[in-house]
């Protein structure tokens, strides 16, 4: 059974920093890209990041770049966000994603993925 399963959220001040983690299983790892989207209330679903697992591929949105960094542990098959100078337009529901790599691309839209975790909260308070 495929699982992904987020950790990390919280209540952080703004231009504090938070690690976010997603712990994958039941799927051969390095076969898949992982993607961080976040939806905050009322809003789509955005794609802010995703790696290839198998070459370290990345990409960012415009929205993270320069202060998030996606990153793989491959030996335990986890991905993780790694957000920094937080602001209270970040607060959502973040959620990680596989979808099966066959080419590398900037995949961004949570239509082109297979697999999704629960999601955790992240709330910046000023």
């Known amino acids: 059974e495929v699982q992904l399963v987020e950790s990390g959220g919280g209540l952080v001040q703004a231009g504090g920093s938070l690690r976010l983690s997603c712990a994958a299983s039941?799927?051969?790892?390095?076969?898949?890209?992982i993607g961080w989207f976040r939806q905050a209330p009322g809003k789509e679903r955005e794609g802010i990041s995703c790696i290839s697992t198998s070459d370290g591929s990345t990409y960012y949105a415009g929205s993270a770049k320069g202060r998030f960094t996606i990153s793989s542990d491959n030996a335990k098959n986890t991905v993780f966000l790694q957000m920094n100078s937080l602001k209270l337009e970040d607060t959502a529901v973040y959620y990680c994603?596989?979808?099966?790599?066959?080419?590398?691309?900037?995949?961004?839209?949570?239509?082109?993925?297979?697999?999704w975790g629960q999601g955790t909260q992240v709330t910046v308070s000023s």
């Open positions: 994603a596989a979808l099966y790599g066959s080419r590398w691309y900037p995949y961004s839209s949570p239509y082109d993925y297979d697999y």
């Open positions: 039941g799927f051969t790892f390095t076969d898949y890209y």
